[in-house]
């Protein structure tokens, strides 16, 4: 009798999804972890298990959403799923196979998706149309979910927040390395021996994190960027979480008793690394006064980025501002009279320096490019000039005369 439960219940888990023997296991430490999990590039998937429904082995990111709705509708709106934009596909037409593999790391890591960019390309001589279970435009979904969630058919995820009431694709294993910052830091922080200009990584946002209060606090980069586990990963293309990271302060200048100009402290106290973080950005901040009538004037003007010249080997300049730091602009103006306000507006171009340096790529090779690399780096172009916007981060009033 008692041999009848044990099979049944054995028989049970195993229709369950039989994840309670992976939950067995050992716990693996995070580096160990993330050192297995992010091998590059990610091993190919294999046949699915026999009992996989095509749903179900299908590592499409659709597929993935007809059952996980929420995420895929996020996610299809993130730049993850726009990693293979015009932006770096016209750079892979004229790349060598080499470079282009260097580029896949990041941007599309899966063996399958790096197969199909060379059979695209005709790096490959394979033929074959790849298994129902790889969508033949994987290469150009970006980062797909699989990339960070699936290997060989098994589904890798964070704690479960509810108890798992339903299963599907062979339940899934859980490991802390889903809330830990160093999940990120495999595409968003050189290593020790990556590229540097004047000293620094040019991608350094680990570090950067590790030595904010963020990082003594346990804020995570999912904390700020997958608040409640959203896969939308809002940064600096989107106003409102740019203007979230700055805090300004309007304070007036004063001489005998009268505003003769105003001042703007802006700390850096919502970004938990620079601000920015990368080379790429450009945000310009101006302060002005605006009168009654409308007409506004600029007090004074300052660039928060890390300039470098177009080769990458000199930098310009570096004004970002470390997480909780503060720069301060100001600027005198007769005639300020009430009603009228002073405001710091700021324009921000996420792309600044791929914008440069693709225009620079196109006047000086216009005339020898194919039809093909041109369109797209126009089209780069293009999506690198409609990231830019600007909104006004602070407003105060003139005070009312005293009497
Ligand atoms: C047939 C429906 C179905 C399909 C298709 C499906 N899933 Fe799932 N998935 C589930 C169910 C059910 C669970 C367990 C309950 C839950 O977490 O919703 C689950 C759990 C997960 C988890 C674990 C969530 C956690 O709390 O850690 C991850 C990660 C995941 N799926 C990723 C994927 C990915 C990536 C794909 C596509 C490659 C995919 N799933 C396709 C139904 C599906
Ligand atoms: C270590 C990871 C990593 C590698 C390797 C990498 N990138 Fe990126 N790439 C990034 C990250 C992270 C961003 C986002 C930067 C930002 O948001 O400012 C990015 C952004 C870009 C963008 C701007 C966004 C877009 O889609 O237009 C382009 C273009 C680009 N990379 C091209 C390349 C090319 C070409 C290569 C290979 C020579 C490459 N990258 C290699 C991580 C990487
Ligand atoms: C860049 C890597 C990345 C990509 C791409 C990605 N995810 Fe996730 N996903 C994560 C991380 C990290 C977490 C855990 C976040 C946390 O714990 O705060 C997560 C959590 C989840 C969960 C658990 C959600 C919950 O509320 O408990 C599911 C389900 C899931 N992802 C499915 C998907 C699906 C489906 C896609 C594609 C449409 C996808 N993910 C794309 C990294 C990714
Ligand atoms: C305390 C909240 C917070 C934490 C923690 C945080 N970020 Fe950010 N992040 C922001 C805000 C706000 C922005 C928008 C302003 C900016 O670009 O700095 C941003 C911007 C970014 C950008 C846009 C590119 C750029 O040049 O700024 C990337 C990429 C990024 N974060 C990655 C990360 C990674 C990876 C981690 C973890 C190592 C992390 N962030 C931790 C708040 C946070
Ligand atoms: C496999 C590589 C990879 C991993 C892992 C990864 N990212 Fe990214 N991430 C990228 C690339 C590439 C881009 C650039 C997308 C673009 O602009 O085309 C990007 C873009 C972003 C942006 C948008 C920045 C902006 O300019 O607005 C944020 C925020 C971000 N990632 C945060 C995270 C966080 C948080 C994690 C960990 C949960 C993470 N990423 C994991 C490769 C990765």
């Not at 196979?97 to 896949?104: D, H, I, R």
């Not at 290593?191 to 030595?211: F, I």
């Not at 106003?239 to 302060?249: F, G, K």
């Not at 440069?356 to 216009?366: G, I, P, Q, V």
Request: with cysteine; proline share 6%.
């Amino acid at each position: 009798m008692l041999k009848g439960v044990g099979f049944i219940a054995l028989l049970l888990a195993v229709l369950a999804g039989g994840w309670w023997f992976m939950a067995e296991q050992a716990p693996v430490a995070v580096d160990d972890f993330l050192e297995q999990h992010w091998a590059y590039p990610i091993p190919a998937q294999g046949q699915p298990p026999a009992e996989f429904s095509a749903l179900e082995a299908s590592v499409a990111p659709a597929d993935c959403g007809s059952c996980h709705a929420e995420q895929f509708q996020q996610w299809r709106g993130s730049l993850h799923s726009h990693t293979m934009g015009p932006g770096i596909l016209w750079q892979l037409q004229i790349a060598d196979p080499k470079t282009a593999q260097s580029c896949l790391r990041c941007h599309a890591p899966m063996t399958e998706q790096l197969a199909l960019l060379s059979q695209q390309r005709g790096w490959s001589k394979l033929t074959m149309p790849p298994p129902e279970y790889i969508p033949p435009d994987l290469h150009q979904q970006g980062l797909v979910c699989a990339a960070c969630h699936v290997r060989a058919h098994t589904r890798f995820g964070p704690k479960a927040r509810v108890p798992v009431t339903e299963s599907a694709h062979g339940g899934f294993v859980e490991h802390d390395a889903f809330a830990d910052s160093r999940f990120c830091a495999n595409c968003h922080q050189f290593a020790e021996d990556g590229p540097r200009l004047n000293g620094k990584l040019r991608e350094d946002t680990y570090s950067q994190w590790r030595a904010t209060r963020f990082a003594d606090e346990g804020r995570h980069c999912q904390s700020c960027h997958m608040p409640e586990r959203k896969h939308q990963w809002r940064g600096i293309h989107d106003p409102a979480m740019t203007a979230s990271a700055l805090t300004v302060e309007i304070t007036w200048l004063q001489e005998e008793g009268n505003i003769v100009g105003a001042t703007a402290a802006v700390t850096n106290t919502g970004a938990g690394h620079d601000f920015p973080t990368y080379m790429v950005p450009e945000v310009v901040l101006h302060l002005e006064y605006v009168n009654a009538a409308g007409e506004v004037t600029g007090l004074a003007r300052d660039v928060i980025a890390w300039k470098a010249n177009l080769a990458l080997t000199e930098e310009l300049f570096d004004t970002r501002l470390a997480a909780g730091r503060t720069r301060t602009l100001s600027g005198r103006h007769d005639g300020m009279v009430q009603p009228g306000s002073i405001r710091l507006r700021i324009q921000v171009a996420p792309r600044q320096q791929y914008r440069l340096t693709f225009e620079s790529y196109l006047a000086s090779n216009r005339r020898s490019l194919k039809p093909v690399v041109l369109d797209l780096l126009q089209q780069a172009i293009a999506e690198t000039r409609a990231t830019e916007y600007e909104f006004i981060a602070a407003e105060r009033a003139l005070p009312g005369v005293a009497n």
